[in-house]
């Protein structure tokens, strides 16, 4: 088994400059370039706290490159981008990446790369029109041919390559190679879907009424988060959860079964005959009318609203957006039900595999080639396929993730996961080059987690107000600030993911960055 440098090679595009350490920096502390769609953001909570940390904390535009910005001649450039406001995050000479390709192994090339490409095919479940979902099952056959170790605590180990031609295919100029990382759950392929909606025409009625497995795929995930829970404090549903509702539920039985779609009639709803963690969205056709009942039943019971109360919420699973998918039980129980596109954004499928998006931005004239992994631990092995040549990496941090457990490992908080991981990638070799854009996620669940649960409880070091969420998120940013030894530049943006109207700021910021990179590229800057 040889190792090859020569197929992937690290992110060293010919035509990029490197960075001048004089590069113009605003002040981290600032904040300064939360970029949040105040107005429309749902909850006035949220707005007011949003539009807080926005006004005071304005930023001046910067560049990535100073060196002739004075010049009259970049006048134009200058008032191009004066949209953006952005915070570099590091000063001074770049020190030798470490982390990540110390503690993975050099990957493997493919062995035959044309029959490779034959199982790239398209996403069942995004629908994205110009997606490709390269095949889990063949990465997964070639990372255990190449036998690489898992190497670190991260799991991010080396991994064979299937892609590796397609990698090095030199990008069609104006194409744009845009890498979106981050933990499970962190919110990257809602950017994606963002993307779908904003610069792609949105979802079809055809779409949405395919999507509708995925919603009652994640009722169903939220009735095993719920039972598994109680199970776990000694809380199984019993008597007392229905004792109150003797006329409507018959006993139990009948309502554990309906949750757990043990039910007789259940070949109406299922075709595969697994137990209900199991079931893949496919294998849903439909829910039993009581199902949707129940689930409010068992959502409402006094056991399970303590539970969510309790200590103990930290310690399990839940998905994020349970109480907005409870809250639209009536709607979704509907015999017509087709999601809406808010549905969809709040939906949760777990990425496997490399999901492959073409996107283009007409305005700017530019394509972005966008690539969307799976962020749990036993996903991140594939990643390294695709390293090379990134222009603009979205690295997703949940901030609502610092008081929960991870998924894959419960003894590890979650926020620490992701910030382990960012030191990771932003010290890897193959992103010196790389504009990396941070997206400080789920605001609007964090804002409401912290008025209850207040940040120093995890993270004891945190000396400000605990329950101060601009204060909160300024740490959290500045604790990953820490980690940039690489001094990237590195470009925060507070997001709800969820939101449409946010992100449509942020890509604005996004277009503005790769325009800048591409001008720098013709030595216009
Ligand atoms: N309320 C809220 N929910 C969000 C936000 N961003 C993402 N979510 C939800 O979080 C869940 C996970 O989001 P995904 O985009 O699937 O996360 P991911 O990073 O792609 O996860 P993996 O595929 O496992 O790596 C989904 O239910 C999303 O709707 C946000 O800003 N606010
Ligand atoms: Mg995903």
């Known amino acids: 088994m040889g190792l090859c440098s020569s197929k992937i090679e690290p992110n060293v595009s010919k035509s990029k400059k490197h960075r001048s350490t004089d590069e113009v920096h605003t002040n981290l502390d600032n904040l300064s370039d939360a970029v949040v769609d105040i107005n429309n953001t749902e909850d006035a909570s949220v707005r007011a706290t949003l539009k807080d940390v926005v006004d005071k904390n304005k930023a001046t535009p910067i560049y990535a490159n100073n060196e002739n910005n004075s010049s009259t001649d970049n006048n134009d450039i200058k008032k191009s981008s004066s949209l953006i406001s952005k915070v570099d995050s590091g000063i001074g000479k770049r020190s030798k990446p470490s982390s990540y390709e110390n503690n993975i192994e050099t990957p493997i090339p493919a062995e035959n790369s044309s029959q490779m490409k034959k199982y790239i095919i398209s996403n069942p479940n995004v629908k994205l029109s110009t997606s490709k979902l390269i095949k889990d099952d063949m990465i997964n056959q070639n990372v255990n041919k190449s036998s690489l170790s898992m190497s670190n605590t991260m799991d991010m180990s080396g991994v064979y390559s299937p892609l590796a031609d397609l990698q090095d295919t030199p990008q069609k100029e104006d194409t744009y190679k845009v890498l979106l990382l981050g933990v ?51 809380i199984p549903v019993g008597e007392a959860d229905i004792k109150d509702l003797k006329g409507t539920i018959k006993d139990v039985d009948d309502f554990m079964n309906t949750l757990r779609l043990s039910i007789d009639n259940r070949n109406e709803f299922i075709t595969r005959n697994v137990p209900l963690e199991e079931l893949e969205i496919e294998d849903i056709v439909g829910l039993p009318s ?26 399990f699973h839940l998905l994020g957006n349970a109480s907005y998918f409870i809250d639209s039980l009536e709607r979704i129980s509907k015999p017509d039900y087709v999601p809406t596109v ?32 799976g962020g749990q631990r036993v996903e991140r092995k594939k990643w390294i396929q695709c390293f090379s040549n990134v222009s603009i990496l979205i690295f997703c941090v ?12 419960p003894k590890i908080n979650a926020l620490a996961e992701s910030i382990q991981l960012f030191d990771s990638i932003v010290n890897s070799k193959w992103f010196v080059n790389t504009q990396v854009m941070l997206f400080l996620n789920k605001i609007d669940i964090f804002i409401k987690k912290i008025k209850q649960s207040p940040l120093n409880t995890y993270f004891p070091e945190y000396s400000g107000d605990p329950k101060d969420a601009k204060a909160s998120v300024k740490y959290i940013l500045s604790l990953l ?14 997001t709800q993911a969820t939101d449409s109207s946010n992100i449509e700021l942020v890509f604005a910021t996004l277009a503005e960055t790769v325009l800048e990179n591409k001008i720098k590229n013709l030595g216009a800057i």
């Open 342 to 373: 808010d549905d969809v954004l709040k939906a949760r499928i777990q990425t496997s595999g490399i999901q492959e998006t073409t996107v283009e931005m007409q305005e700017d004239n530019i394509k972005l080639k966008i690539y969307d992994v």
């Open 398 to 409: 949940s901030l609502s993730d610092y008081d929960s457990p991870l998924e894959e490992d």
């Open 290 to 315: 009581k199902f949707f009942a129940y689930l409010a039943i068992l959502w409402k019971t006094p056991a399970t609203q303590a539970l969510l109360r309790s200590k103990h919420r930290k310690n």
């Open 481 to 494: 600030k820490a980690r940039n030894r690489a001094n990237l530049t590195i470009y925060p943006h507070v």
């Open 184 to 234: 499970g759950e962190s919110g990257k392929s809602t950017v994606l879907k963002q993307f779908k909606i904003l610069r792609q025409g949105g979802y079809t009625q055809d779409e949405l009424e395919k999507l509708r497995s995925v919603i009652y795929k994640n009722l169903l995930d939220i009735v095993t988060d719920i039972c598994k829970a109680r199970n776990k404090y000694k």
